[in-house]
Nanobody
Framework: QVELLESGGGSVQAGDSLRLSCVVSGGSGAIDRTKWMAWFRQVSEDEREGVAAIYRAVDDSVTPYADSVKGRFTISLDNTKTTLYLQMNNLKPEDSAMYYC??????????????????WGQGTQVTVSS
C-alpha cells in the first residue's frame, strides 16, 4: 500500500512562491510499483484539476502541466524518487485551493486526469491573497 503525505501549503501574497512536498512511503515494493505521480487541486466541490504530472520510472520524462500554471509551476522528484515537489512561483489568487499528491501503479494515457490515479494524500491548503 502506497501512502502519500503532503506538506508546504500556507497563506501567501500574490506574486510569492511556495514549494509543496509529498513523501511516498509504504515499503520498497509498494514504492517501486509507483509509476506516475502528480499534483491536483480542488477547484470546486466536484472538480479536482490536474496541475502537473511526472513519470517516476524514467529520468527526464515528459512532465505535462495545466495551461494555467505553465511557466510558473515546476514538478520534480528528489534523487531517491521518494519525495515529490511542486515549486510554485508568481502565485495568483486563483491558485488558491487544496492541493493533493497522487500516484498510480501503472501507465496513464491522460496523466492529468483524476481517474488515472489510485493513491491520494490528504491534501495541503494553499491560499493566495491579492
Amino acid at each position: 500500500q502506497v501512502e502519500l503525505l503532503e506538506s508546504g501549503g500556507g497563506s501567501v501574497q500574490a506574486g510569492d512562491s511556495l514549494r509543496l512536498s509529498c513523501v511516498v512511503s509504504g515499503g520498497s515494493g509498494a514504492i517501486d510499483r509507483t509509476k506516475w505521480m502528480a499534483w491536483f487541486r480542488q477547484v470546486s466541490e466536484d472538480e479536482r484539476e490536474g496541475v502537473a504530472a511526472i513519470y517516476r520510472a524514467v529520468d527526464d520524462s515528459v512532465t505535462p502541466y495545466a495551461d494555467s500554471v505553465k511557466g510558473r509551476f515546476t514538478i520534480s522528484l528528489d534523487n531517491t524518487k521518494t519525495t515529490l515537489y511542486l515549486q510554485m512561483n508568481n502565485l495568483k489568487p486563483e491558485d488558491s485551493a487544496m492541493y493533493y499528491c497522487a500516484a498510480n501503479g501503472g501507465g496513464a494515457a491522460y496523466p492529468l486526469r483524476r481517474d488515472e490515479y489510485n493513491y491520494w494524500g490528504q491534501g495541503t491548503q494553499v491560499t493566495v491573497s491579492s
